[in-house]
């Protein structure tokens, strides 16, 4: 089996061990580095003999020169690592797209920006002791190439063409398919679907962490009901009260009373959004559960396609598409997915996206460790580490019509990085 990593959706034979998958990915990462390193070799004699011709065209020993010429031959070599390794050394068949310029741009930015504090650093320090205007910058650009080939390539894997490397071994293997009518050649999931497909005969626990959402709270059980009744007859909507100090919890309490389908699991203080879930999946009674976020910025609607998808599937995971939060957030989260991927290997579109539907089970086998915002890092690492398939989905994101989002505070993010740093290493260990 194999994890999905972006809009398609991977299946590979259930029948293939985790060690023979563990070997395979290291031999695919093994040729990828190789790949990558030969495209690098391409990129740093375009670089050095751009420099060099600009050194002797125009020779000088002025530090702000230097780091000029130095951006200019680095931006083409640049170029050349864009078209080599998306087309060879990751096999990224996706169409060139803005977004993906944007961040092929933004790790260059960061190199450029590296590799010149490095030569700044190395040329003051080579500049006494090298009398020759060449030899000496050509010591530092070396320095200031090994420094950034490592921030290159993470860019470049985790970010860049993230979930597009596909090995040929396993594109023979794969049965991919896309969805939101994005297709390739292959089969669309939804061409040609009847509505009554969509439904589900399983029995559903749906999950809502609420914390002071007096505003938004009876919108979204009344909502997400009324949309859930005609798509699955036994379900339960479930929301989990975590402490909050505004009328949340009375209004569940009073939307109960006329809704037997409605209960709630009440936090006596607020223990967090982890703790919430965790309490959440604790207390689901049926075959499938689905958690969402009870602030309106997601549409109960765009879970249509996933209860199809869960008949073939351990997991369905929603990702949000034009992501509706400010800046700082947008980069809180893209430094948790880079950190995610490499302390844990998880390589997902959107770790934290509160919008994923999984088979109750999971939860019965698998005891849920962290209270803190680590918990969806947990959930999806724990169906890597013990072979369960998932599939990705790109949902709508709303703007945030009321109350104030707690994921951005410090105490949350530190608890996060603890609770990162304590786990990745308590699940190495027990793996090893």
């Not at 626990?205 to 505003?215: D, G, K, Q, R």
């Not at 724990?382 to 369960?388: T, V």
Request: net charge positive.
């Amino acid at each position: 089996m194999a994890n999905s990593s972006d809009l398609k959706l991977d299946l590979l034979p259930g029948s293939q061990d985790l060690p023979g998958r563990l070997v395979q990915s290291l031999v695919s990462l093994f040729w990828q580095s190789v790949r990558f390193v030969i495209v690098g070799i391409s990129n740093v004699t375009i670089d050095v003999l751009t420099l060099n011709l600009l050194l002797l065209s125009f020779p000088t020993p002025n530090m702000g020169l230097l780091l000029l010429f130095n951006s200019v031959a680095y931006a083409l070599g640049a170029f050349n690592s864009y078209v080599l390794n998306k087309h060879w050394t990751f096999h990224s068949r996706r169409a060139t797209t803005g977004s993906e310029l944007l961040r092929f741009a933004i790790v260059n930015v960061a190199g450029i920006l590296c590799s010149d504090c490095i030569i700044w650093i190395a040329g003051r320090i080579l500049q006494p002791l090298v009398a020759n205007a060449v030899l000496w910058a050509n010591a530092s650009k070396v320095t200031a190439i090994l420094g950034t080939a490592m921030l290159s390539y993470l860019g470049m894997r985790l970010w860049v063409f993230a979930g597009a490397s596909r090995t040929k071994e396993n594109e023979n293997k794969q049965r991919s398919v896309h969805l939101n009518g994005v297709s390739s050649g292959t089969e669309s999931v939804l061409a040609g679907i009847k509505e009554s497909t969509f439904r589900t005969s399983r029995s559903l626990s749906v999950v809502l962490p609420a914390y002071n959402e007096e505003t938004v709270i009876a919108e979204t059980v009344h909502g997400i009901a009324s949309i859930l009744t005609p798509w699955v007859q036994d379900f339960e909507v479930i929301v989990v009260n975590d402490g909050s100090s505004d009328n949340t919890k009375a209004i569940v309490e009073h939307i109960m009373a006329i809704d037997a389908r409605v209960r709630i699991v009440d936090h006596r203080i607020n223990q967090g959004y982890g703790a919430a879930l965790a309490s959440g999946f604790e207390a689901v009674a049926k075959d499938l559960v689905f958690f969402m976020d009870s602030d309106g910025q997601f549409d109960p609607c765009d879970l249509k396609p996933f209860f199809s998808l869960i008949e073939k599937y351990d997991a369905v995971l929603g990702y949000r598409i034009k992501r509706q939060d400010i800046w700082v957030r947008k980069l809180n989260a893209w430094g948790w997915n880079l950190l995610v991927s490499l302390l844990l290997g998880v390589r997902v579109r959107d770790v934290d996206c509160a919008f994923k539907l999984y088979r109750s089970d999971f939860f019965r086998k698998h005891r849920l460790e962290t209270r803190g915002a680590m918990i969806n890092a947990e959930i999806l690492h724990k169906l890597k580490r013990f072979g369960y398939l998932y599939a990705q989905v790109g949902v709508r994101h709303l703007p945030r019509r009321s109350g104030r989002a707690t994921g951005a505070r410090l105490s949350v993010i530190v608890r996060a990085l603890r609770e990162l740093f304590t786990y990745a290493w308590k699940w190495h260990r027990e793996a090893a």
